[in-house]
């Protein structure tokens, strides 16, 4: 199902062709940000309500973009969590079950799928799949798990 969810949104997406316009000659094709982060719980950000924490520049970037506000993964592990939604597939299927395992680079995903609709794709932060980064243009990788302050970018 998530698959098929994934497929709809870039498949939207992709049909916004550079050349699109509206009535007042604006281009229509979005641009946008994709911010996954681990290790807390949704209302960890002020965005989603937290009273602990406050954001204010990911707050602003919520409140004018798009959240997910009922949206879940299949595994919350790490490795796994972040192989899925790079495919849009099941644990058992792109390959990762674990933290050990590692990523098939092979297999379509949200940024190769973006890329073949004309779209430049960036990753900087973790990566943690055990393999190459792939389907992206631009890439700042911290090295293992990365520190939390001054990291060291691959």
């Known amino acids: 199902m998530l698959t098929v969810r994934l497929a709809a949104l870039l498949l939207a997406i ?13 281009p229509i094709r979005p641009n946008f940000i994709f911010i996954m982060a681990d290790d807390h719980a949704s209302h960890a950000m002020s965005c989603y309500c937290s009273k602990v924490n406050t954001k204010p520049n990911l707050d602003r970037i919520a409140e004018l973009g798009v ?29 990762v079950l674990d933290n050990r395992d590692v990523f098939d680079g092979s ?9 073949a609709a004309g779209y430049e794709a960036a990753i900087i932060g973790k990566w943690h799949l055990h393999s190459d980064s792939v389907d992206f243009d631009y ?16």
Do not use: W
């Open 107 to 115: 297999q379509p995903t949200f940024p190769s799928i973006l890329q």
């Open 14 to 26: 992709s049909s916004l062709t550079p050349g699109s316009r509206i009535a007042d000659e604006t």
């Open 139 to 154: 890439r700042k990788i911290l090295k293992r798990q990365g520190k939390c302050f001054d990291p060291m970018f691959y």
């Open 67 to 95: 959240r997910f506000t009922n949206a879940f993964c299949t595994n919350s592990i790490c490795a796994p969590y972040r192989a899925v939604v790079l495919t849009g597939k099941y644990s058992h299927v792109n390959g």
